[in-house]
């Protein structure tokens, strides 16, 4: 754990906010603490696991005491927020390598020295890094508050932020070790390790294994119940990057459209559009709240290229300005998604209407109102680490078919060990698993496009008919990614939800959230479980009780 992570915590995004108040209607479920007294924190109570394929290399163990900390909902993704107040955990560092992999893997297990609830949460990364960050750390402080024993891993990558300092081996040869250890297979050692180091501590191994983790930690959750199917019982795998290679050219695409058609729109002409977007449709679902509720609905009816050359005044220079054609086809494109110089179908989904398009299409602009494009450092790295292999490519720029092609050739060549997109789940089934996935929907994500999280949800569908007794998919209005965004409307009920699915066999048909309206008061309303929807019931009051889920 690193030096200082009480402070660190305390700069988490957000805070408690309004959603606090949600938690009582969700109390952490089962006063069910072990009264086990565990065994000394000590190097020597721990033994190394029988884990086949790896040996290791060494073991410390230190007791963390007077632990304290503000822990925020938004970090700990489906849970509410909590205080916690000098706690004591035992703190297990393990270290091992698989021999000729040429790695070092790192997987830390915080223990709960009393009031131990007799199960384990782990928790996932973000971005390029597996775990062992400040954000798996919050949620581990999260866990430690609730009683869980936790554990992250950095799957032999260290604190390397992107790809660039191990995805060559040298130049031409991709390192697949590396990205297998990232793709899945720490992913399994890190479940063996912690409920082995757990017996040791306690005595016995956990009566339940949960996994919580958002984008890069949804991705991983998704593998677990790919790949691993009987090692966690149940599953958060939210706003998961399950088509990696997608996510990577979803992310270049905006500027890569800008570039190819030297279109660079000021930020404020797309954020007057995205307005008026949402303004167009935000009554579709029967109610104002400042939330698209109906994507599909949205995206047939407004056009951005109607509102060409309407004035508006820009809050960034404080004049007045008129959308441009510009801005108009970037916001479309960005919408539509990416597509080839012949102006074939996409080949991935695009934005949602409401979603911030400034984060992805970036420009530089003076003070008369003439834009640039930035350097499109993404591009680099893909180009330079994973296609080209060759780290002297400096290039920024490319056509539609060079990323298209780029696209491809990644899933290629990297799909089996990044890819987690199995529909597959029949052995996650029959192990007796259970998974949720939520993602936010437009004025939302604008990292991971929700349909492609759609559309995996409707292949676990129609490869089994009876998914949703084990997996459920909660699209939530006006979430971020992973949490934040304009409307809010955290699910910090889901992980309670998805525990008591596991261990009562509760089925989760809805969830409470508090969203935020655009005159930022908060209201009370629920998400449904797709191919449900939330209907709000305008005879009775606005909060949980007036809505329900219909098809």
Excluded at 16 to 42: D, E, Y
Excluded at 131 to 144: C, H, K, N, Q
Excluded at 525 to 534: E, L, S, V
Aim: proline fraction near 7%; hydrophobic fraction near 35%; charged fraction near 15%.
């Amino acid at each position: 754990m690193p030096a200082g992570i009480t402070q660190l915590l305390s700069l988490a995004p957000g805070g408690p906010g309004s959603q606090a108040t949600l938690g009582a209607l969700h109390p952490r479920l089962g006063a069910s603490s072990t009264s086990i007294h565990p065994n000394p924190c000590a190097a020597t109570t721990f033994s190394a696991p029988s884990l086949l394929g790896a040996n290791f290399i060494s073991l410390e163990a230190s007791l963390v005491t007077n632990f304290s900390g503000p822990i925020p909902a938004e970090w700990r993704f489906s849970q509410p927020a909590v205080e916690i107040h000098n706690a004591s955990f035992c703190n297990i560092t393990v270290s091992y390598t698989h021999p000729g992999h040429s790695d070092v893997v790192n997987v830390e297990t915080w223990l709960p020295t009393e009031d131990w609830n007799g199960r384990l949460q782990a928790v996932g990364g973000g971005g390029w890094r597996a775990g062992r960050m400040l954000l798996s750390y919050t949620t581990m402080a999260g866990a430690i508050a609730d009683g869980y024993a936790t554990v992250t891993t950095d799957s032999g990558l260290g604190d390397a932020m992107g790809p660039d300092s191990w995805a060559l081996i040298s130049p031409g040869n991709s390192n697949l070790y590396a990205l297998q250890d990232l793709g899945s297979q720490t992913l399994y050692d890190e479940a063996i390790i912690a409920k082995h180091l757990i017996e040791n501590y306690y005595g016995r191994e956990p009566s339940y294994s949960y996994w919580n983790g958002c984008s890069q930690g949804g991705r991983q959750g998704a593998a677990l119940a790919q790949r691993y199917p009987s090692i966690y019982d149940g599953i958060i795998a939210a706003a998961p990057a399950i088509n990696w290679a997608g996510v990577l050219i979803n992310t270049i695409w905006p500027r890569v459209y800008m570039d190819v058609t030297e279109q660079y729109p000021h930020p404020c002409e797309l954020q007057q559009l995205t307005a008026l977007a949402v303004s167009a449709c935000d009554g579709l679902d029967g109610v104002k709240d400042g939330l698209i509720a109906d994507t599909n609905a949205c995206k047939t009816m407004f056009d951005p290229h109607a509102y060409v050359g309407t004035e508006f005044n820009c809050p960034l220079t404080g004049k007045s300005a008129n959308i441009s054609y510009t801005a108009a086809a970037v916001a479309d494109a960005m919408w539509t998604g990416p597509f080839t110089a012949e102006g074939e179908s996409t080949y991935l989904y695009g934005l949602e209407m409401g979603t911030d398009l400034v984060f992805g299409a970036q420009t530089s602009c003076t003070e008369d109102g003439k834009c640039t494009g930035v350097p499109n450092a993404a591009v680099t790295v893909l180009l330079a680490y994973f296609i080209g292999k060759d780290p002297a490519i400096t290039t920024t720029k490319i056509s539609f078919k060079e990323l298209e092609r780029a696209y491809h050739s990644f899933r290629q060549q990297y799909d089996a060990y990044l890819g987690t997109d199995d529909p597959d789940l029949s052995s996650f089934r029959n192990a007796g698993g259970k998974m949720i996935t939520f993602h936010g929907l437009p004025k939302a994500d604008p990292t991971i496009p929700p349909n492609n999280t759609l559309n995996y949800y409707k292949d676990v569908l129609n490869h089994q008919d009876d998914a949703q007794d084990f997996y459920r998919y909660f699209p939530v209005p006006g979430l971020g990614h992973c949490w934040g965004g304009p409307g809010g409307g955290q699910p910090i009920a889901l992980f309670d939800q998805l525990r008591s699915w596991v261990e009562n066999g509760t089925v989760p048909e809805s969830s409470p959230v508090t969203i935020t309206k655009p005159d930022n008061t908060h209201e009370r309303q629920i998400i449904c479980p797709y191919p449900k929807k939330a209907v709000y019931n305008k005879t009775t009051a606005r909060d949980p009780a007036g809505w329900s889920c219909a098809v």
